[in-house]
């Protein structure tokens, strides 16, 4: 499993923008998805998501907006907060 880092470098906020992540591809099913320090900016999904797990650690202090039903289900293995 990999880890991916959201870190923004885009500054575009969402989830599907490559460019977002630290290994600039958007995570799939074999992804660990961290949000941490590296960047504290929201994060909206714009996608229906199917990752390995989610690491939301206490050092994250954006928001992450996966209320658009339009891009539901949210698959994920493992949830971390």
Not at 37 to 58: G, H, L, P, R
């Amino acid at each position: 499993m990999a880890t991916t880092t959201w870190d923004n470098g885009n500054s575009t906020n969402v989830w599907d923008d490559a460019d977002n992540w630290d290994t600039s591809s958007v995570p799939t099913s074999a992804d660990a998805v961290v949000f941490d320090s590296t960047s504290t900016d929201n994060c909206t999904c714009d996608v229906a998501i199917d990752i390995a797990s989610i690491d939301v650690q206490s050092t994250y202090s954006g928001t992450l907006d996966f209320a658009d039903s339009a891009y539901a289900p949210f698959y994920c293995w493992e949830l971390y907060i």
